[in-house]
């Protein structure tokens, strides 16, 4: 079994619609979440950190955790053109990569 | 890219032949990184080093090797090259190695073996 397990899409919305990308994972000591986002032909930048169970908001994207099911995900909200890209989810300590969702917001 | 470059950025090569990619940072980060990013596996460690001459393996070490002479560069290198290394290839840099220490990424380079 994978460290990280995350659908690889691809994904496909209309603009403003809400996106829910998600992750599980199977090791319960993890306590850092993270998200990357990664453009094409580019490499990830870190786009959420999230310490143990709970929410966290910045702007239009909410990353939470609920760690009783080992389960992430990240909420983008009036998603736009701009946020297509591919969204990888990551756990710690040695960062541990889901395979990435490749996700395309039509205008 | 946070100060970071990767060369080259393409690169075709025949199958045993030696390669070597090049991560150069101007951040003065500790911690370097080298990733391989294939379909179906997203990021996956090869090496990594926390400082002059001190380097580490990741999950996907077999048939790479590493150096860091100076804090600003950290080299990877095949050997011998195979087609199951046809991938592309990320270096990153973090001032520390906690979790809480913000990766950023290069470019990548993408390597074709033939």
Redesign the interface.
């Given at each position: 079994q994978k460290e990280?397990e995350?659908d690889?899409g691809p994904l496909s919305v209309p603009e403003g619609a809400i996106v829910s990308l998600n992750c599980t994972y199977s090791n319960s000591a993890f306590?850092?979440f993270m998200w990357y986002r990664q453009y094409s032909?580019?490499?990830?930048?870190?786009l959420m950190?999230t310490?143990s169970s709970g929410n966290k908001e910045d702007g239009r994207f909410t990353a939470q955790v609920d760690k009783s099911s080992k389960y992430i995900s990240l909420f983008i909200r009036d998603s736009q053109p701009s946020d297509s890209a591919t969204y990888?989810c990551?756990v710690?300590?040695?960062?541990?990569?889901?395979?990435?969702t490749q996700l395309t917001v039509l205008p | 890219?946070a100060g970071?470059t990767q060369s080259p950025r393409h690169k075709v090569t025949e199958t045993g032949t030696p390669v070597t990619l090049r991560c150069h940072q101007t951040e003065n980060h500790r911690y370097m990184y080298w990733y391989r990013q294939d379909?179906?596996?997203?990021?996956?460690?090869i090496h990594?080093s926390y400082g002059v001459k001190d380097t580490d393996k990741?999950?996907v070490s077999d048939g790479y090797s590493v150096s860091r002479s100076k804090t600003e560069d950290f080299l990877l290198t095949l050997e011998s090259a195979t087609s199951s290394q046809t991938s592309v290839y990320?270096c990153?840099i973090s001032e520390g190695g906690?979790?809480?220490d913000?990766?950023?990424?290069?470019?990548?380079t993408r390597l074709t073996v033939l």
């Open positions: 990280v995350q690889p306590q850092y032909r580019k490499g990830p930048e870190l950190y310490y990888l990551a710690s300590r040695q960062l541990t990569f889901g395979s990435g | 890219d970071i379909p179906g596996h997203g990021l996956r460690l990594y990741g999950e990320f990153a906690q979790a809480t913000t990766q950023y990424f290069g470019p990548g």
